[in-house]
């Protein structure tokens, strides 16, 4: 229950009332303490000083397309708009919370009509009359002392939610940029993929067109033909998949950008550019400040502090001022005469004594407190394990590139000396053909691997928190 005395009312029993007030909110119970980085990732073997991603990480790849896309996606993606929609709302929230911790002053003006009844306690004879009219016009000011900190803890609450919407935002644009780039560098292995499989169908065309010709010679058997025909069939099937993927790739561009497919550029293949095993040795201590969800995550957390601070402070005494300035008479043409003047001045004491709901927002509040501390625990553990595993996953493509090129070392001799030995008539051109065959395979497989180490290397920035930097003032 809530109780609300005038200061001129002051008794003895105000002072106990104050006393027994003075006890204050409840104890604050103990929150989850703030995790670091549990971060172990191996040394990057690199001649090049590591260095955190830039802000525009994804120009170091030297795509100019990429850039286009990703510079349309920022500008206007449906994504986007909702992050920096959410953001515009908890600006607002900021103006609120600032204009209810203001002066409030109202203007009010009122003229009523009334009828005294001949039976009540005024007889109309003794008055005259039993009709009269009632004018008022006034201001009224009123000003609620912030004792307490109250409305400050609240405006700080709505200013650290606007960061951490900030923050989101700009998590949501790395994300964004992450996902157009691995589509993007998808779409490039799906095609460099696609041509060496037409340049398998060619081999095993002329494969098959002289394993025909050695069966009517009655030099085979006739069982290599069917066996190139069914080689054919698989190279034939996983070439339309990959061009079912490489087509839902840009299905997937065109959705991250929010437009129809057809608008988007044509598409020119190149080849899939190179990375190295490259982080910061300080990714450990710094990943904290680096990632713009652990950011948000913080913001949220200063958030929930403030707005359990605005709840303990409901449990303090609030002391207000309220002054009229006003005019008020029964005739409408005296209205605005010295004499109709009925100023105010007062102040009210509310005093806080027993509110059961006030208690569970105030446990809702602690525990909400306690979520979102956990919550950004989580986040901080998450962020670390996805920086080692991208970490893991571009040291294992490095490693495996570095073997598969002795086997594509290998494959091309081979096919040098099947070409040599062809031209110099000591073989037929079966052993030429299937040597360039298992070049094109050990070159299929390379693109996967180069593939594999980009999609590493995109995860890495985005893990790394893409060139995002806290501070206090800006998220």
């Not at 100019?64 to 920022?74: F, V």
């Not at 499989?197 to 065309?205: V, W």
């Not at 073989?427 to 999609?455: F, H, K, Y």
């Amino acid at each position: 229950m809530s109780h609300t005395m005038h200061l001129k009312r002051t008794s003895p029993l105000l002072a106990a009332l104050l006393a027994g007030c003075a006890f204050g909110p409840p104890p604050l119970p103990e929150s989850p303490p703030l995790a670091a980085a549990p971060l172990a990732i191996p040394s990057a073997q690199t001649s090049a000083p590591p260095q955190w991603p830039q802000p525009q990480w994804w120009r170091g790849y030297d795509e100019p397309m990429l850039d286009q896309l990703i510079g349309q996606a920022l500008a206007g993606a449906p994504g986007i708009n909702t992050a920096e929609a959410r953001f515009g709302a908890a600006r607002q929230n900021v103006r609120a919370a600032a204009a209810a911790a203001g002066v409030k002053v109202d203007a009010e003006a009122s003229y009523q009509r009334l009828r005294i009844s001949e039976n009540g306690l005024l007889p109309t004879q003794f008055l005259g009359f039993n009709q009269y009219g009632q004018a008022d016009v006034g201001i009224r000011a009123r000003y609620d002392f912030d004792w307490w900190g109250r409305k400050r803890a609240l405006i700080e609450s709505a200013q650290d939610a606007a960061m951490a919407s900030a923050a989101e935002t700009q998590a949501t644009a790395l994300a964004l940029a992450a996902a157009i780039a691995e589509s993007w560098f998808g779409w490039q292995a799906d095609t460099a993929r696609i041509g060496l499989l037409d340049q398998q169908l060619t081999a095993l065309e002329r494969s098959l067109l002289l394993a025909q010709r050695r069966e009517q010679a009655g030099l085979d058997r006739g069982d290599g033909t069917p066996r190139l025909r069914q080689a054919q069939a698989i190279v034939r099937e996983l070439r339309a998949q990959l061009a079912g993927s490489r087509h839902l790739r840009r299905l997937q561009i065109a959705a991250l950008l929010g437009v129809a497919e057809p608008s988007l550029p044509a598409f020119e293949a190149r080849p899939l550019p190179a990375v190295e095993a490259r982080w910061p040795a300080d990714a450990g201590l710094d990943l904290v400040a680096r990632r713009p969800d652990i950011a948000a995550s913080r913001w949220r957390i200063e958030a929930a502090r403030r707005d359990l601070d605005a709840v303990r402070a409901e449990y303090y005494p609030d002391i207000s001022i309220q002054a009229l300035a006003g005019l008020s008479s029964i005739e409408l043409g005296k209205l605005f005469e010295a004499s109709s003047a009925v100023p105010s001045l007062g102040a009210a004491l509310h005093l806080p004594l027993y509110d059961g709901l006030r208690n569970a927002r105030h446990d809702v509040a602690a525990a909400r407190l306690a979520g979102v501390i956990t919550q950004y625990n989580q986040t901080v553990v998450d962020a670390a394990r996805e920086v080692a595993a991208a970490a893991a996953m571009i040291l294992q493509a490095q490693t495996q590139r570095s073997q598969r090129d002795e086997v594509l070392t290998a494959a091309e001799q081979l096919l040098r000396l099947a070409q040599a030995r062809e031209r110099a008539g000591l073989t037929g051109a079966l052993p030429e053909i299937d040597a360039q065959l298992a070049l094109l395979r050990e070159q299929d497989t390379r693109v996967l691997l180069d593939q594999a180490a980009l999609v590493a290397d995109i995860q890495l920035q985005e893990a790394l928190g893409g060139g995002y930097q806290y501070t206090a003032e800006t998220p």
